[in-house]
């Protein structure tokens, strides 16, 4: 008999769970609140795409769908700064291309890890929103989109269901889990760059686009239909704020001011920002991400972040293969499986939490920076002297599966020789790059990679 695992979402990250532990052998069941967007279409219609990078290619790699999501990824090389002056600049985010990000339709995704999931023996319930949980006999109730409920006996549930997890709600009710959001004073509204007329892209596609603005800013993330999927991140009060650019007027206003370029590019701007919520942000830490065997959360549900390293679902494909693997090995004993998956997570978890928020600052304000842009220069030039020593911390959260935590911990104390190397200097030329060597030997030891 194998060993029945029910799943709440199948989102990103609960369908690529489902795929990877119904391929290890376990009866998966999963029940998702929305309707089959292989049938239905995307929920939200739009165009939404997210960055992939290495540890979000490799869970979809494990789960054999590498192939078909390659086919429909844009390469991003690096920044695209947009000035205030209109004139651009590409800073590269690796060595060279073999160190890009990827954009991807959210949409195509979750119906490639669906379609895998399934192909692997997984049942997915659509249209089965989880209303609660009796952990005494270990039943779930689900309701579907008419109000009528479904019992379902469920001895082993695993909770993929996002920020707002009903499953959380559920095992807090049982168990204080220490359950803290930490909101940043920052939401975000979306809005869209189309495909130019007859097709192709308005600005250069393979590249990442910001609009650094001091304390707000502007991205874009290019559709491999030719349009770019167009963020704009400010405060929730103050000027400019959400709450003062209230009106599709104070927007134009906003753009025509700040975004020169960009607003000639959104026709719709006034539409869609009126008709797009506000998206609110924060960092969401639990203590206990278990309830012995019977219940574990992963992805957004265990530990939402802020969106500014793009690694919420890379990490969430991570939490995924880590805890197929333990669950392999497991023999069945599932509390002691969730404890270890929970041992392993949290600190990883932890760090890119801390480094998504760092993250903010250094794109809307220190890109104009020139004691940034000089540590920057070196970190490139560091690297390239102390391969596989010196290695920029951007690069081991988005191009190596190194935890997070290893990569937090040495970006601590690379960022520390960086400040001491360029203190009180304008130019690389004038760094002492034989005490950098020797700081580097001294305070780091040389990666396994
Ligand atoms: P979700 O993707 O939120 O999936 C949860 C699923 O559970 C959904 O399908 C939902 O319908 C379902 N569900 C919810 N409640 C219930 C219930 N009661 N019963 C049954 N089902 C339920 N991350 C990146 O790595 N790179 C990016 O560039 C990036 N960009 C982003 C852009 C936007 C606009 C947003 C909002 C997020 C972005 N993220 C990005 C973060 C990423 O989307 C999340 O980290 C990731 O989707 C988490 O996956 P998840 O499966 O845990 O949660
Ligand atoms: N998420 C991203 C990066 C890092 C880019 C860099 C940043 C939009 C709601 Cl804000 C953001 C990044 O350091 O140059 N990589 O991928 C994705 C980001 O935002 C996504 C699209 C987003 C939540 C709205």
């Known amino acids: 008999m194998k060993p029945e695992i029910t799943l709440v979402g199948a989102g990103l990250v609960g369908a690529l769970t489902a795929a990877l532990l119904a391929q290890r052998g376990f009866a998966v069941t999963a029940f998702e609140r929305r309707p089959d967007p292989r049938i239905h279409g995307f929920v939200g219609g739009r165009s939404i795409n997210l960055a992939l990078a290495e540890r979000g290619w490799h869970g979809l790699r494990v789960a054999g769908l590498q192939d078909r999501i390659g086919k429909l990824a844009v390469m991003m090389r690096g920044r695209m700064v947009h000035h205030p002056d209109a004139h651009t600049e590409l800073l590269r985010y690796g060595r060279d291309d073999s160190q890009v990000i990827w954009s991807v339709s959210r949409g195509a995704l979750n ?21 609660g949980a009796e952990w005494r006999t270990s039943t779930l109730r ?10 379902h006996a469920a001895p082993v549930v695993i909770g993929a269901d996002g920020a707002g997890s009903a499953l959380r709600a559920a095992m807090s009710a049982n168990s204080n889990l220490d359950e803290r959001f ?19 892209f308005a600005i250069e596609p393979n590249a990442l686009h910001i609009w650094p603005r001091g304390n707000y800013m502007c991205i874009a993330l290019p559709n491999a239909e030719g349009s770019f999927t167009v963020t704009l991140f400010m405060p929730n009060v103050g000027n400019p704020g959400f709450d003062t650019i209230r009106t599709s007027a104070d927007a134009r206003a906003l753009f025509a001011r700040d975004f020169a370029d960009a607003l000639p590019l959104i026709p719709d701007l006034e539409k869609d920002f009126a008709a797009n919520p506000t998206g609110i942000l924060g960092t969401l830490y639990l203590d206990r991400w278990h309830l012995d065997g019977r219940a574990l959360l ?27 693997d ?3 090995d497991a023999k069945n004993d599932f509390g002691t499986a969730f404890a270890e998956f929970q041992h392993r997570r949290k600190p990883n978890a932890d760090a890119i939490a801390a480094m998504a928020l760092e993250n903010y600052v250094e ?33 081991m959260v988005t191009f190596s599966r190194l935890p997070y935590s290893v990569a937090f911990e040495r ?19 004038q760094v002492d790059l034989a005490l950098a060597d020797r700081m580097i030997d001294e305070r780091l030891t040389p990666l396994p990679m």
Request: aromatic letters at 8%; charged letters at 25%.
């Open 111 to 131: 119906m490639a890890l669906l379609d895998a999931a399934e192909a692997a023996g997984a049942r997915i319930h659509f249209d089965q929103r989880l209303d």
């Open 142 to 151: 689900f309701v579907d989109n008419t109000g009528s409920w479904r019992s």
């Open 182 to 200: 930490e909101p940043l004073e920052h939401g975000y509204k979306e809005l869209e760059i189309p495909a130019r007329d007859g097709g192709g």
């Open 298 to 324: 992963i992805g957004d549900a265990a530990h939402a972040i802020v969106p500014f390293h793009g690694q919420g679902m890379n990490c969430g494909f991570e939490d995924a293969v880590e805890l197929a």
């Open 326 to 328: 333990l669950l392999q």
């Open 363 to 395: 794109m809307r304000d220190s890109v104009a920076d020139a004691r940034f842009l000089l540590m920057r220069a070196l970190e490139r030039q560091l690297a390239a002297r102390k391969p596989g020593h010196f290695v920029p911390r951007y690069w």
């Open 411 to 429: 970006g601590e104390i690379q960022s520390g020789i960086l400040r001491e190397l360029t203190q009180g200097k304008l130019e690389l030329a």
